[in-house]
Structure formats: C-alpha cells, structure tokens
C-alpha cells in the first residue's frame, strides 16, 4: 500500500461546480497534511495546509481532514478554468525516521471546463 | 526576485558527464531539499538538510551528493550522469521552527541526459 494516496484521475468538473479531491494515507502518526496545485512544467504551490480534524477555509478552497478515517480531501468551491492542473496532496510524519520530511501522493488531475 | 531561485533551468548532458544544480534561498529557511519528479511518479524526495551541518538521504540518493555550503545553499551533484536521471528537479526550502512548516519549491531544473 502507498504511503499517500490519491485518485489520478482526470476529475472534469464544469465551470462553477464544486471540485472534490480525496487523499488517504497508511501512516496513523501522520500530523501534518498539506495540499499543493501544479501547472504543466511549473512548480508545486502551497494551497492550505492542515494539522487538526475537520476543516479550514481559505476564500473557495476547504481542506478536511478525518484522522481516523485517514483521509484528507480539498474542495474548490466555484471552479474556474484557471483552477485546472495537478492536485498535490503531501503528509508529514512527526516521527522516527520520517521527521520533517514530505512524503507526497501521485496528484489528481483537475480540469474545470467552460 | 524569486525566494527559492534554481540554476540552471534547462540543461541537456551526455552521459557520464559531472552535473551539478544549484539552489539559493532568500527567505532564511534553516531546512533545504531536492526532489526529483518523473511523470506517473510523482515527487521523491533525493536528499534534505535541516541545517548546515546536517545532511540526509532521501528514498532516492543512489547517484546523487549534495552539499550545504551556506544556510542560504544547497547543491545537487551528479558525479556520472546516466539517461535515467532524466527528470525534473526541485529544490525546496522550509522553515526549522516549532511544527512542521510548509515546503515551498523553486521553479525547478529540467536535465535531459542523452
């Protein structure tokens, strides 16, 4: 089983709707959950990043985070054109041999069509 | 200016030529790493350094070195080139205090070795 997660998709949503991307990951002490978008041959950005059960907003995205489900998902509220690329979902385990480092899933493949 | 600047951008080789990819920062992080990406693989992770004395292996280190030589550097070698380092290369820093803080990545280094 991968550490992390993710559908690769593509996941086509129309302008407007809700875009709903899922991760889970294997590792219980997993603390730290972030989500990063990726334009073709551009770098991955930071969208939100997440420590503690259910959900943060930042303007039309909402990161939910379910730790004993072990899964934390990204929702784009209002999707735009300009949304369409690669959905990163990245964990941190706090501990052992895996401090501080990112341990990242495959990405989902977003595109929002007019 | 970029905060996390990479050098170079593009680069093309030949096999079993000495490579080395350059990574700066501005924004005064104490932990730096490098990243391959591949398509269909996603990001690994190759080496980290959570301060200048301090050097890691990543799950991918077999072909590579680094060095820390400044808090604010952090190179990447390749001692002998082979075609299946072909890839993308990031270098991203993140800052050492209490928590796990976000990583942000440079714009990246495409190395094409023929």
């Known amino acids: 089983q991968k550490e992390v997660e993710q559908n690769s998709g593509p996941l086509s949503v129309p302008e407007g709707a809700i875009a709903s991307l899922n991760c889970t990951y294997s590792d219980r002490g997993s603390q730290s959950f972030f989500w990063y978008r990726q334009y073709s041959g551009k770098s991955p950005e930071l969208i939100m990043f997440i420590y503690s059960n259910g959900d943060k907003e930042d303007g039309r995205f909402t990161a939910q985070l379910n730790k004993a489900s072990q899964y934390v998902s990204l929702l784009i509220r209002d999707s735009q054109p300009s949304d369409s690329a690669t959905y990163l979902c990245?964990?941190?385990?706090?501990?052992?041999?895996?401090?501080?480092?990112?341990?990242f899933g495959q990405g989902t493949i977003l595109t929002v069509h007019p | 200016d970029a905060d996390v600047t990479q050098t170079p951008r593009n680069r093309i080789t030949k096999t079993g030529k000495r490579i080395m990819l350059e990574c700066s920062q501005t924004?005064?992080?104490?932990?730096m790493y490098w990243y391959r990406q591949d398509p269909g693989l996603g990001l690994r992770l190759i080496y980290y350094s959570f301060d200048v004395k301090d050097i890691n292996k990543g799950e991918i280190s077999d072909g590579y070195s680094v060095s820390r030589q400044a808090q604010a550097k952090f190179s990447l070698s390749l001692e002998s080139a082979i075609p299946n380092q072909t890839a993308l290369y990031f270098c991203?820093?993140?800052?050492?205090?209490?928590?796990?803080?976000?990583?942000?990545f440079g714009d990246g280094t495409r190395l094409s070795i023929l």
């Open positions: 924004k005064g992080h104490d932990r």
């Open positions: 990245a964990i941190i385990n706090a501990g052992g041999t895996s401090y501080g480092k990112l341990t």
């Open positions: 991203a820093t993140s800052d050492g205090g209490l928590g796990d803080q976000p990583q942000h």
